[in-house]
């Protein structure tokens, strides 16, 4: 008997491992669960994927739904892992209250570098592991250093064809191969959620744009936050749409909403909030959007290499500089929306649908990024990453790198040519230290 859990934690995650079975991309089991966890600060008042308009069409995948949250309660599972010692009780339990009995477990998890799918990998410690990724986070580097008796069990990453031609780096320290999900079989099952999901804005062909709450990851404020979305709104207009929906997050405060509509009304453009939980690829095909834009949401290269949409995006050069530490994962997503897709402030490149790089080039850009952000977790990556940065580093590419980042591992663009001794001279590196620490001294 063989048991497949599929752990998610949002209905677009679901459609994703709806699309896969669909496809074929997992062997037949005797019974497949789908074990879904409510990742919300605050899960007890806001609705998990499983209560997501939509989810019945995709319910009959699974033999069984099972809450996550509900197991472990009453602690959360983003920040709950068991004590090494206590993971066999975990195990025991765990077959006990999903009746596994002795049945062979397989796992299908989301971000495996974190709660609570590391939970799932060191708790069921013998189960092959599948990794799968909706977003654009996939094409990024491991966010942090994984337990070898868990990352050497990964046998694949499924992922989404958002950027055709691009490969993950994701998990190939342990040289786990990359398979897509067929993008056929993902719009087909978004059309099934498309006919399920209820009345969308009356807006015939509107610019759509997108909400994030980036507030909400101490990556903006909120009157940042604010503002960007009123650039978007301002930006649209200036294209001369005058049909706009704002799709917000659905954890966003209403106040966001409030500043818009102000805006929409001075500039006299009609504005429709929507106010239900529903996939932005859902609006794609209620409404055929002349227009989508957003700051680095996923959404927007669904709508541009699965719905063959126009799209922008506003705010990433302030994104790209406010992202800290730089190994922030979100830095990928935001490099590759800034690379590859125009600038809403630029409307002939808007207008003409022009793309920035190139895929070969925005595949090295995107390595040589992944190698600064993670260089212990991918040092094979150095030697190509000196020599991009040493043949492009420059105006046009600097904003994807910091300078102190580059200095700290001795790279091209870090510090001045004629200085480029100093990170690797031992005897400058234990002078300046003592400096330092002479230096805080005097200022005690």
Known sequence: MTTQIF??????GIATLAAALDSGCFDSADRRILLVCNNAATPETTPGPDEMPGFERLRDRFDDVISYNATIFPFHPGG????VDDMPLWERFLRHEWQLGDEDVELVVESIQVNPALALG???????????????????????????????RIDRVLHLDLVPGLAPLLLTEFGVPAELVPTPAFTKVLAELAQSAEESPDAEEPALLLGQYLSALDILTAEQEENLHVRMLKG????????????????????????LEQEAERLGVELTVVDTPVLAEVLYQRMRPALVVGCFSTA??????????????????????????????????????DA???????????????????????????RAVGFAMQSKILPGLRPETESWLAANFGPATSRYFKRRRLTSLALPGGIPAQLA???RNVTVRRVAKKARSLRR????
């Not at 290269?301 to 790209?320: D, F, I, M, N, Q």
């Not at 001294?441 to 005690?444: D, F, I, M, Y």
């Open 7 to 12: 752990q998610a934690s949002t209905l677009y």
């Open 80 to 83: 709950w892992a068991p004590r």
């Open 122 to 152: 060191q708790i069921f410690n013998g189960a092959p592991v599948t990794v799968y990724a909706d977003g654009l986070m996939s094409y990024g580097p491991t966010r942090n250093k994984i337990d070898p008796l868990v990352g050497t």
């Open 236 to 259: 649209a207009a200036a294209l001369g749409h005058t049909t706009i929906v704002f799709k917000p997050h659905p954890t966003a405060p209403a106040r966001y909403t409030r500043s």
């Open 300 to 337: 927007l290269l669904t709508a541009s290499a699965l719905y063959g949409l126009p799209v922008a995006r506003v705010g990433t050069e302030l994104l790209l500089e406010r992202l800290t530490p730089y190994e922030n994962s979100n830095r990928i997503p935001v490099t590759i929306v």
């Open 340 to 366: 590859l897709l125009p600038d809403l402030a630029d409307s002939a490149a808007v207008t003409e649908r022009r793309q920035g790089m190139d895929v070969e080039r925005l595949g090295a850009l995107v």
């Open 421 to 423: 001794f100093i990170p």
């Open 441 to 444: 001294t005097v200022r005690r």
